[in-house]
RNA sequence: GGCCCAUUCGUCUAUCGGUUAGGACGUCAGAUUUUCAUUCUGAAAAGAGGAGUUCGACUCUCCUAUGGGCUACCA
């Protein structure tokens, strides 16, 4: 294959979906390996689903995502237009070749007529009944402005077979197929029709798509031929689902990318994790650069079975992209959560200290929550089998903690750790007993964004001894609990 | 209903006739530690079911089951 050239061709009709963008992800890979183009067309044909701001979501998406496409509506090449509803013309060209050679013929049936064909399954299949319309009947229909179809004329023998790059032989007996709507009565073109058209004219040579086109394809070919069009090679792609049942779906809310970006996971870590849904790079690893991707990529990798969508698992994946940030990026990433906090801290130390904490920039404000809300914590927090501390003990250390603090020169996480260090040993308890309660007492969290020492940093020398004597309060206030 | 496609641990997957069926996420259990978290080690965890073909099938064939897709003047 000398040029490889692959094309993203979404409708506008919404958010750029999850799996979309992994379509978009692996027609990029491909081609890009392989040194081709990377097309965007824009398939705005059906008017009535388009919706407003969908065409802007998919160039940001693909900014965002870094993929990045050689022709397209608004950097143009040579095949253009690349959006289809600009192409009316071209497609209408096209179905008069068909229709003088028999491959397609005008459709007059009006929607009744259409609905009367449905069988007692409930589906319909158009019965072929214009296909033997005589040249004057078409002629006086188009004369008298009958509103017309133009359909696709399959032969009703035969089978159609072609090779797909990911499910390999598919055949399917010509009597399945269906006379296909090429040119709707608007003039606008269907998928059906447009698809083909627009492939061939744009020298597309690899076509990915999702794997709802398979039983389609045959139609699309017998339209390839019929022209005596070079037919491109298909790489269809099974499902990314929400669970085993059903697709990952719009409905949901959470299956497009702007909405994970949302939550905070980065388009490098969403991208790495898309690429692995459905494909294996034979090989261990697990994290990808897209440049790496790009490397690695084949279509050969590519299983034919759906793959659930599993967030934890991206979760661990944009865990490492986020540790991997350089600090004054995390920062700047972390820093609009910071804005609900009142408290005064260090935010430069917070995100030193959550960075490598979190696994999603949305785990912020879970985690910082401690900063502004103290009060009412459980005491039981300071019981742990673990460090083997209690609330008892709390109660018999705080004392002597806020003393050891108050007395500090210097609040430095070096100087309150080497105090509390020296506490512990004069009072000959474990070092983790202590720091578990002082941490406790402190924050008032059992989860925190960083140990004891490096707490009392964050808060500041005031607040921290001013929650260590308010905890140190509740503790005695509290009724010494007989132990179960 | 018809046609097309799929089916390995909970999830993503490896295996392309001969393996103790491997890895990753998650889970659980230990260990380590400048405290939380990390890290490390280990464990539990899978070939939908049934017939064939074969010396031998997760791998090939067929049937069944289950799931998905298509069956639109949607893509």
Known sequence: MSNIRTRFAPSPTGFMHIGNLRTALYAYLFAKKSKGQFILRIEDTDQERLVGDAVKAIYSTLKLANLQHDEGPDVGGPCGPYTQSERKDIYKKYANELLDTSHAYYC??????????????????????????????????????????????????????????????????????????????????????????????????????????????????????????????????????????????????????????????????????????????????EKFSLTELVDAFDVSGISKSSAVFDEVKLRWLNALYIKELPPQRFHSLAAPYYRAISTPVEVNLLSALIQTRISALSDIPDMVGFVDSFDGYSLEMFDSKDAKSSALLAKELLPDVIEALESLECWSNEALFGALERLAELRSIKKKQLLWIVRIAVTGRLSTPGGASEMCLLVGKELALERLRKSLSRLRAAQPVESE
Request: glycine residues 6%; aromatic residues 12%; negative net charge.
């Open 108 to 285: 007059f049936c009006s929607k009744e007529r259409l609905d009367s064909l449905v069988d007692e399954t409930g589906n319909r299949r158009y019965d072929k009944h214009c296909r033997y319309l005589t040249r004057e009947e078409i002629e006086q229909k188009l004369a008298s402005g009958i509103p017309y179809v133009i359909r696709q004329s399959v032969p009703s023998e035969g089978v159609t077979a072609f090779s797909d790059l990911v499910y390999g032989e598919i055949s399917i007996e010509n009597r399945e197929l269906h006379d296909n709507i090429l040119l709707k009565s608007d003039g606008f073109p269907t998928y059906n029709f447009a698809n083909v058209v627009d492939d061939h004219l744009m020298k597309i040579t690899h076509v990915f798509r999702g794997m709802e086109y398979l039983s389609s394809t045959p139609n699309y070919n017998l339209l390839y031929e019929a022209f005596g069009w070079t037919i491109p090679l298909y790489v269809h792609l099974p499902h990314i689902m929400r669970d085993k049942r059903s697709k990952l779906s719009k409905r949901h809310g959470d299956a497009n990318f702007e909405d994970f970006l949302e939550k905070g996971f980065l388009p490098e870590a969403i991208l790495n994790y898309v690429a692995l849904l459905g494909w294996n790079p034979k090989s261990e690893v």
